[in-house]
């Protein structure tokens, strides 16, 4: 009898080891070395207090890349999206201090014939990926989350980009962070706002137009999902009616692809 219940203990424990992953490590990183900017919109990386403790990083990645694509389909849709979330951010830190401080925009690690984000430097889920892969294949395109708000949470380590959050992203609070995210972007007066009778957005909402245009909760449009945030948005009476008519113009900001980098 001993021998079966440990044997169904160890079971249990593999099974719970299945369907978790441990994030605190990156949590500790990042508290460390990302600073919240005046306003709580943005947050700025101090990359040279990072190369200094980039033995914690690849530890953290390393044991990214140990999950076996197996053991990672078998978990629940928020822990893989989590995973995917702090995978794209942390190989995006990784990536920046392979150049370190001889960068000022993500854009420079490219090359004529292959943007940053194609480079198959990543080794996951059995294979080595680019950042694209995780953001439009695995994340987007895996057809497993049907999820507009990550656009607030990946980072491409740029200005014009959503913050970087300052923890890791955990099964447990994705919701509450990914929502968070959204509403912090949103707010940003310098990347959002309603002026002169038209809305000006982030060049985000034009690049991945398509995603907030598919039905997620109750929303249907991109009009429809900005209405959600409109008091994130600051959007009077007359506004929320103009741009549920599709009366309120749109435009779309340039994009600050400078460094986040915390000044020196």
């Known amino acids: 009898m001993r021998f079966v219940i440990l044997f169904w203990l160890l079971c ?14 990156l949590t500790e990183l990042l508290q460390q070395t990302v600073s919240t ?3 709580g919109h943005a947050t700025a990386v101090n ?9 914690q990083l690849e530890a953290y990645l390393a044991s990214l890349s140990a999950v076996d694509a197996d053991i990672f389909k078998q978990w629940p849709a928020a822990e893989r ?10 190989w995006t830190l990784q990536l920046i201090l392979t150049a370190y401080p001889n960068v000022d925009s993500i854009k420079d690690l490219g090359t004529l014939f292959q943007s940053p984000w194609k480079k ?21 395109g895996s057809g497993d989350f049907n999820e507009p708000r990550i656009h607030f949470a990946v980072n491409c380590a740029s200005i014009g980009c959503p913050a970087l959050l300052e923890e890791a992203y955990n099964a447990a609070t994705l919701e509450q962070q990914l929502e968070q995210q959204t509403v912090r972007f949103l707010s940003d007066r310098s990347r959002n706002l309603a002026t002169d009778g038209r809305l000006q957005l982030s060049a985000i909402f034009k690049w991945y137009k398509e995603d907030f245009q598919q039905p997620w909760r109750d929303s249907r449009s991109l009009a429809s999902f900005l209405l959600r945030y409109a008091d994130a948005l600051q959007l009077d009476e007359r506004q929320q ?7 309120l113009p749109i435009s779309y900001l340039n994009y600050d692809w400078r460094l986040n980098a915390v000044a020196q």
């Open 12 to 25: 249990f424990s593999l099974q719970v080891q299945a369907r978790t992953f441990e994030h605190q490590p």
């Open 37 to 39: 900017l005046p306003g």
């Open 47 to 55: 990359y040279r207090l990072l190369q200094q403790q980039q033995a």
């Open 81 to 90: 999206l989590a995973f995917l979330l702090n995978a794209y951010n942390a």
């Open 120 to 140: 198959r430097f990543i080794p996951l889920l059995g294979k080595d990926r680019s950042l694209d892969e995780i953001e439009h294949e695995l994340i987007r």
């Open 241 to 247: 009616q103009q741009l549920a008519a599709g009366k």
